[in-house]
């Protein structure tokens, strides 16, 4: 039998080869024809936490080590929930309060250093970043605190770190449910409970600061009665110098916190000028930086806008309630509260910004409102939690 | 005439005595005496202490030798409700001021000079100040 030429051969055979995969190519890219979009509805794509405006919730895995303190290593886990307003979110207490933070990008979450109250002391937490995975589902930080305190652990350094779970995936990525525009109240109180919250650690802070002024003030006082009975200066007791020294610590971390709640209270006011909540810690924050003037400002704001009605009815009647009063005390049925409104010059047309006016010698109604404080009466609620909750702002 | 006119000026000469007499205007420059001595008192840091009752109650006012000031309301007015006494009787505040400073206000009003001071009586004025 005559074997076939070779290279007829060989020629058969590639066509055949060549026949077979372009029949195995066209198989292919059928196949991913079909998968690609089955892959692309199973698999979303990539999520930027930074465009999203509402709640999410996360369990979330806490580890302190407070061996540098003394102590050990914990580990807890708690739900916690995240407030998102797009570029910006609060994440709830992992240990040291809430805290609020910016998105530098589409999933990394920028929380800025401060410093917290943590009874006895304090702590000055380092800035840190969270970040969050693109499906959703989890996210991680670690974060450092230095602690002082008047205990015996004086002063130690430790750490945080902690990773939460979702296992809701992105929002909306589940059913589709109605979209329902939050009402201007909750967009706002998501945006005021982190400059709040650290307003809460703030106040105590400049009490503190008062506090340490006046005992070093009276010491001050003795000491030049007795330089000018004797011609000496009393000695200075190691408290009183122990007092200056946490004195000048207090006002460091008051001026670097009250910038920082500033911002965040300023971002609500830019888009509603006329913010209770806002408006009114603002008063607190700028009476305790002794800014007066500006701080009456604010408290006028606060109760002269149209939404205060409500707001001043529960401040009256929750200080009535939290005295033993059956009413908030009148002009007409006191005699004191008449004489106190006899005895206010009478008041300057004020709005926010307005100046004092300079040639006057008499102080003005917004200087008699320097020392104003809101009492809360702890066994009443008022009816807002976000408004003015269950803390003393007493000096 | 001359007569009548003589005693009618007479007359009114013995009104306007009386008038300038009368208990609630002597009370008042009473008042007025005893505080301008505290004040007077109270800017030299002399150690003093004296009790006024005026038109809202009666206060205690102590000054100190190391220049501290003490406000008391010991008892308010009669008319005064029950329960506003409750609040307020026996509360005090205090302020710090320096030799020659002493703002007169702290005993002539209840509310001048009040944002140096600290107290209950503060906190609670200021309280009520806030609304009216």
């Known amino acids: 039998m005559q074997q076939p030429p070779q290279g007829e051969y060989i020629y058969t055979m590639e066509f055949s080869g060549q026949m077979c995969m372009s029949k195995c190519a066209l198989v292919f890219i059928i196949i991913l024809f079909f998968m690609v979009p ?76 401060r410093t917290v109250s943590d009874p006895p002391g304090s702590s000055t937490l380092s800035a840190y970043d969270i970040f969050f995975t693109t499906d959703c589902s989890a996210f991680t930080g670690k974060y450092s605190w230095d602690y002082t305190g008047p205990d015996t652990v004086g002063a130690c350094t430790g750490t945080t770190s902690f990773s939460g779970t979702n296992s809701q995936g992105c929002p909306g990525s589940n059913e589709v449910t109605p979209v329902v525009s939050p009402t201007p109240v909750d967009y706002y109180a998501s945006m005021l409970a982190g400059p709040h919250a650290e307003l809460l650690n703030y106040l105590p802070l400049c009490d503190e600061r008062d506090r340490l002024q006046h005992d070093i003030d009276v010491f001050n006082a003795a000491s030049n009665l007795n330089y000018r009975l004797t011609g000496k200066y009393l000695d200075e007791p190691p408290d009183i110098t122990q007092d200056r020294a946490l004195l000048n610590q207090d006002k460091d971390k008051i001026k670097t916190m009250g910038s920082e709640i500033e911002n965040g209270y300023q971002m609500v006011l830019v888009k509603d ?80 910004g307005t100046s004092l006016p300079q040639t006057s010698t008499e102080p003005s109604l917004l200087s008699n409102l320097w020392n104003f404080e809101i009492y809360v009466s702890p066994n009443t609620a008022v009816k807002d939690g976000n408004l003015v909750n269950q803390m003393v702002y007493s000096r | 005439m001359t007569a009548m006119f003589l005693s009618g000026l007479v007359l009114l000469t013995l009104f306007a005595g009386c008038v300038s007499n009368s208990p609630n205007s002597a009370s008042q420059n009473a ?102």
Request: with cysteine; hydrophobic share 35%; net charge negative.
């Open chain 1, 38 to 113: 089955v892959a692309a509805q199973t698999t979303p794509p990539p999520w930027s936490w930074n465009t999203y405006s509402g709640t999410s919730q996360w369990m979330v895995t806490i580890t302190e080590d407070q061996s540098g303190c003394g102590g050990g290593v914990t580990t807890t886990q708690s739900s916690v929930s995240i407030q998102h307003n797009l570029t910006s979110a609060v994440m709830g207490d992992i240990g040291h309060g809430p805290a609020t933070g910016t998105f530098i990008s589409g999933n990394i979450l920028h929380i800025p250093g």
């Open chain 1, 273 to 352: 000028p006329n913010n209770f909540q806002a408006n009114w810690d603002m008063a607190q924050l700028k009476k305790s930086e002794g800014q007066l003037a500006v701080g009456i400002g604010y408290a006028k704001t606060a109760l002269n806008n149209n939404v205060a009605g409500n707001e001043a009815d529960a401040i009256k009647r929750d200080f009535a309630e939290g005295n033993n009063l059956d009413d908030y005390p009148s002009p007409g049925n006191s005699n004191f509260v008449a004489t106190i409104g006899n005895n206010l010059p009478s008041a300057s047309q004020n709005v926010y």
């Open chain 2, 31 to 132: 008042i007025v005496q005893e505080q301008s001595a505290f004040i007077a008192a109270a800017k030299n840091c002399t150690d003093t202490t004296v009790t006024i009752t005026d038109a809202v109650g009666t206060f205690r006012y102590t000054s100190s030798d190391n220049c501290v000031f003490t406000k008391t309301l010991v008892r308010l007015n009669q008319s005064e409700m029950q329960k506003m006494k409750t609040m307020l009787e026996g509360k005090n505040m205090t302020c710090l001021y320096t030799k020659g400073n002493f703002d007169p206000r702290l005993v002539t009003s209840l509310v001048g000079g009040i944002e140096y001071c600290s107290g209950d009586l503060k906190d609670d004025i200021t309280n009520l100040m806030l609304f009216t």
